[in-house]
């Protein structure tokens, strides 16, 4: 039966040939049945066929096209080639680059980002040093001073297990009528590191080895050595004429690396350089037969700023044993 | 064809005179395109020759998997589409009306031979028509002309219509359905008589124009 909704639906596709030979034999069957349905398919087709008609005399005559192409070659030559084209013109050989904008970009960002992420990380062992530096320097009284040492332990709690030297070395380093006495430079570069290492649980070796060149690792390492030999040797002995000569050559050594620090603008590095430097002139520099108070002397000092501690830290290597929780 | 992958090749290198060259086969077709989807002469030119500049830059990319013309068309329809955009922007209204004057001012600027093809009378009767298809035209909406023009002058199909302007098939059936209906109203076509004979002021013309031949 009939239907013209259904018929006047595939209208569009019989006038537009979208039919099959089949499907459009049965539909043209149809529209014979129906006046109506026939006559608005007739007058789609007229339609259409106006419009052609119109088309045709809407293009402009043969003379116009010399005048478009002219104008056309005009742009063109004012077009500059892709930058694949001019690469590949300057490169000679690749005749057809493949290379796609928008992967070269994402691989660009993507070694970017890790080559960002890698120095981040590098630098963040620093970045809290200064942080640590930096809550510590407003000290304007001893008082002061002392409470803001305490806000920096307290905010970096030390891990489970492992006691919180830094506390009880403050509370020691407090004047019995109340005022902290001065910390000099080269302790706190020292404590920094031992803070940064003891509170917050950090790899001694990873601190290390992103705060340290190996040379200056190196040199920590045999200072390490040449005090222990200092410190452990005879209490009677005067018999120091190794420790004197490599203290003379690792002072020389110190020097430099100082500077070197100095440059690069290394706080940590340059502080336990200079932390080390008067322990080294110290030895170079004893006579041949030195009193036994000279030598008191210094090994007190070494004592009091356990300094063969923070030069063990400092030298720390990537196989040394890390705080472990129990 | 041999001659025409020849010229791609070269124009992918880089030769201009080939681009040109193979432009010069198709640049009716473009040209016919755009206009009726611009319905003014001025445009047409500017929008087609936008074509062929983006053609221009993109050759170096056209591999040949498909046919240079289907490559060419998925460039002009994304060109249209993208200057539908910017009319929308410049515009509030995207209707324009298509004026006689359009036709002869390509005279006056010598875009158009001085000897006319036909005879003045049966010119002004073209040119009635021409009007009058424009401004059928401008009656739909930018997305539904260039849909019926890639279906009744490009010869695409509802599924190649549906991928280049990304709507259904649907959309598209749709889309011709009430362009012909709303053609058919401007033109005034009305049921053509069994005889032939005029039954509008349009078929007039056109009968006119059926009889000469």
């Not at chain 2, 591999?63 to 589409?81: H, K, S």
Request: hydrophobic residues 35%; glycine residues 6%; positive net charge.
């Amino acid at each position: 039966m009939h239907d013209c909704v259904k018929t006047r639906e595939r209208l569009v596709d019989l006038v537009f040939d979208e039919l099959g030979s089949e499907a459009r034999r049965r539909a043209l069957a149809e529209l014979e049945g129906c006046h109506d349905c026939l006559e608005r398919y007739r007058s789609m087709t007229e339609t259409l066929r106006v419009f052609d008609q119109a088309a045709e005399a809407a293009m402009p005559d043969e003379g116009y096209w010399p005048g478009y192409e002219a104008r056309l070659r005009e742009r063109l030559r004012h077009e500059r080639p892709s930058w694949k084209r001019r690469l590949a013109g300057w490169i000679g050989g690749f005749g057809q680059l493949t290379v796609r904008p928008l992967p070269l970009a994402i691989g660009a960002a993507l070694i970017l980002l890790a080559i960002g992420w890698w120095s981040w990380q590098r630098q963040q062992a620093v970045m809290n040093l200064l942080l640590v530096r930096n809550i510590e320097r407003p000290t304007p009284t001893p008082q002061s001073k002392l409470e803001a040492r305490d806000e920096v332990i307290a905010i970096t709690p030390a891990p489970r297990g492992i006691p919180n030297r830094r506390k009880s070395v403050h509370s020691n380093t407090v004047k019995p009528d109340g005022g902290a006495p001065p910390v000099r430079r080269e302790e706190r570069g020292r404590e920094i590191i031992e803070n940064v290492v003891v509170s917050r649980g950090y790899d001694q070796s990873l601190i290390a080895a992103s705060l340290f060149t190996p040379e200056t690792i190196r040199h920590f390492e045999k200072a390490q050595l040449m005090l222990r030999s200092f410190r452990n040797a005879a209490k009677g002995s005067t018999d120091l004429a190794y420790e004197k000569q490599l203290s003379q050559r690792l002072l020389y050594q110190n020097i430099l690396l100082r500077r070197d620090a100095e440059m690069k603008g290394n706080l940590p590095a340059e502080e336990a350089l200079s932390s080390l430097e008067p322990f080294l002139l110290d030895i170079a520099n004893l006579p041949d037969k030195p009193s036994g108070n000279e030598l008191g002397e210094i090994r007190e000092r070494l004592q009091r700023k356990e300094l063969i501690a923070s030069l063990q830290i400092s030298s720390a290597q990537p196989s040394t044993p890390t705080f472990q929780n129990p | 064809m041999i001659q025409e992958d020849k010229l791609i090749e070269r124009a992918r290198e880089g030769d201009h005179e080939s681009f040109c060259t193979l432009a010069r086969s198709y640049q009716r077709r473009v040209y016919a395109l755009a206009l009726h989807y611009t319905r003014d002469p001025h445009e047409a030119e500017d929008l087609s020759q936008e074509v062929w500049l983006k053609a221009y830059r993109a050759i170096g990319g056209f591999r040949g998997e498909a046919g240079f013309y289907t490559w060419l068309r998925r460039i002009t329809v994304n060109t249209f589409l993208n200057h539908q955009r910017e009319m929308k922007t410049m515009y509030s209204s995207g209707k324009k009306a298509f004026r006689l004057g359009e036709l002869v001012s390509l005279d006056e600027l010598g875009l158009s031979p001085s000897e006319p093809r036909h005879a003045p009378e049966e010119r002004l009767q073209q040119q009635m028509m021409v009007e009058k298809v424009m401004e059928g035209l401008s009656e739909l909406p930018a997305r539904q002309r260039l849909i019926f023009l890639l279906k009744h002058r490009e010869g695409m199909t509802y599924e190649e219509i549906a991928q280049a302007c990304a709507v259904s098939t649907g959309t598209v059936k749709k889309a011709l359905f009430r362009a012909v209906d709303r053609l058919r109203e401007c033109l005034g076509v009305k049921l053509v008589s069994p005889d032939g004979a005029p039954n509008s002021v349009l078929d007039e013309v056109s009968y006119a124009a059926r009889e000469r031949r």
